[in-house]
């Protein structure tokens, strides 16, 4: 043992145990300089005793371990040192008081003040770490890849079946393959109202199809498909969507879509609670219709004092109630022909109710009818109007018939009087 040296104690968790007791080593102890790796460390008590072990002679060059003095500053040494960035890195910066309890040694203000002048306002530190980014940024300049624009994957063809494939696009249903919930249908596939339900699986299977229509709501509102009303709204509101925001956009007009559901479905109930009130309209309606007709048959034999008798006897059994209408007899002295049965004659089908009942009392074929008909309509078309003596000049067929098919033709519309 020729030569000693001291130098820094190495971290006491990761040096090995003394090679000659296997003790937990404590500074001071001493570090062979010829043997190793690993190094081989002995404590005082056997380095004394001259220990030897295999290649390792008493003789070898050693070192003696410690960290028992100063570094950066004469009253701190190397273990306070280190034991004081232990502490701030187990305790955080600023929290003095803990890492003082944690060192033992020292204060809080010691602790405080020597970090704060020797590893935060220390030039020779700040100058390596300057040095230290800059190397780094240098590095990093040198291994920066520059970018080049690359060109475009290849693309399938517009509108081609590659295209369709990859977009998961199916043509036949106009849709793509994904929906949001896409088996939302799967719920309903085991439903099936039948007769022998009990109220409340007939009441549980009427929930599971409303919440179905709640989520074909929201798979269209993803969409963004708005009746014609909300999308004109939606067009015209997108060039504000950049003042209101995404958010409030999408809110206003969530809004407007809402209210215009609500409406339609307010009209469709108002439509259906106002059913009665049509019925017992479109009822009145007939029967003013029906006492026209009735007078306007009258009017036709205005002489027949007999015929106006009948007319005012059935507009009192009308206005009485309701009872099943007499023909009026064309003459008193001459039974009225009965009514002509339309049943598999052509052109019937071409005939409607009203059409029908006109053929069936002037007892004329639907054929001969329908000819009539577009002549009459025709010339009246051509003249702006049409009396009743060139209907008689156009189609020769009795005139009573003649009259009956003008005032129909006039009464509904078909054609207007000169």
Excluded at 52 to 72: A, C, G, N, R
Excluded at 233 to 256: C, N, Q, W
Excluded at 343 to 351: D, I, M, Q, S
Aim: charged letters at 30%.
């Amino acid at each position: 043992m020729d030569r000693f040296t001291s130098g820094f104690a190495d971290d006491p968790f990761d040096k090995p145990p003394c090679r000659g007791c296997s003790s937990y080593l404590t500074e001071p102890y001493v570090k062979c300089a010829e043997c190793g790796p690993p190094p081989f460390l002995l404590c005082l008590q056997c380095f004394t005793r001259g220990f030897e072990y295999k290649k390792h002679q008493s003789d070898h060059t050693y070192e003696i371990m410690t960290s028992d003095f100063p570094v950066l500053d004469p009253n701190w040494t190397a273990q306070e040192e280190m034991a004081l960035l232990e502490a701030v890195m187990d305790c955080g910066f600023g929290n003095w008081q803990d890492v003082a309890n944690q060192m033992c040694t020292k204060s809080k203000e010691e602790c405080e003040k020597h970090y704060m002048k020797h590893f935060i306002n220390n030039p020779l530190f700040a100058s390596t770490l300057l040095n230290l980014k800059q190397a780094e940024e240098a590095q990093h300049n040198e291994t920066a890849i520059p970018f080049h624009p690359a060109d475009d994957p290849p693309r399938p063809t517009f509108d081609s079946l590659l295209s369709r494939d990859m977009a998961g696009y199916m043509p036949a249903r106009a849709d793509f393959v994904e929906e949001f919930d896409n088996y939302a249908e799967w719920d309903l596939r085991d439903i099936d109202f039948v007769e022998d339900d009990s109220d409340i699986l007939h009441a549980l299977k009427i929930a599971v199809v409303d919440i179905y229509h709640s989520r074909l709501k929201e798979r269209q509102r993803r969409k963004k498909r708005y009746p014609k009303e909300v999308q004109d709204l939606y067009e015209t509101m997108r060039r504000f969507a950049r003042i209101l925001g995404p958010v409030e956009h999408d809110k206003f007009i969530e809004s407007h879509a809402l209210e215009f559901e609500l409406r339609r479905e307010i009209k469709r109930i108002t439509n259906f609670c106002s059913a009665r009130t049509y019925d017992h309209l479109k009822k009145t309606r007939d029967e003013e219709r029906l006492k026209r007709t009735m007078l306007s048959e009258v009017l036709q034999y205005i002489q027949d004092s007999s015929a106006c008798q009948q007319w005012l006897s059935r507009q009192a059994d009308i206005d009485s109630g309701p009872t099943p209408a007499a023909p009026i007899p064309s003459n008193s002295g001459r039974r009225s022909a009965p009514p002509l049965n339309l049943t598999g004659l052509p052109g019937t089908e071409k005939l409607n109710k009203k059409e029908k009942e006109l053929c069936q009392m002037v007892r004329l074929v639907p054929g001969a009818y329908l000819e009539y008909k577009a002549a009459l309509v025709n010339e009246c078309n051509k003249q702006g109007g049409l009396r009743l003596a060139q209907a008689r000049a156009l189609i020769k067929i009795d005139v009573n018939k003649t009259r009956k098919i003008y005032d129909f033709l006039i009464r509904e519309g078909y054609i207007t009087k000169a």
